[in-house]
């Protein structure tokens, strides 16, 4: 069983930042590229970024290019999300996902695993 488990979401105020984790445990699995995507209530889910485990390539969203930073440590098998300059819009549940094939890394079905999504909350 593959496991994703996200953690570091909270209530923030609007300009300040977060810091989010996913980390991979459960049997052995092969990573072509990780990502976050998030969803607030009554909207669809929305591509956030994505990083290349071999080589370091990170893609972002339109909305979050130039504030959110994300990186990975392939010896602890995890991802890192700075948020930084949040907005109230950025206030949705934050999923972690796993991709082993390269491809359109903004398409939820290119991924074959998910986390169970962390809450963030950014008041005005």
């Known amino acids: 069983q593959v496991q994703l488990v996200e953690s570091g979401g909270g209530l923030v105020q609007a300009g300040g930042s977060l810091r989010l984790s996913c980390a991979a445990s459960?049997?052995?699995?092969?990573?072509?590229?990780r990502g976050w995507f998030r969803q607030a209530p009554g909207k669809e889910r929305e591509f956030v970024a994505a990083?290349?485990?071999?080589?370091?390539?990170?893609y972002y969203g339109d909305s979050v290019k130039g504030r959110f930073t994300l990186s990975r440590d392939i010896a602890k098998n995890s991802v890192y999300l700075q948020m930084n300059s949040l907005k109230p819009e950025d206030t949705a549940v934050y999923y972690c996902?796993?991709?082993?094939?390269?491809?359109?890394?903004?398409?939820?079905?290119?991924?074959?695993?998910w986390g169970q999504g962390t809450q963030v909350t950014v008041s005005s």
């Open positions: 459960g049997r052995a699995f092969s990573t072509y590229a």
């Open positions: 996902a796993s991709t082993r094939s390269p491809g359109d890394y903004s398409r939820e079905r290119l991924y074959d695993y």
């Open positions: 990083i290349k485990w071999s080589g370091d390539n990170a």
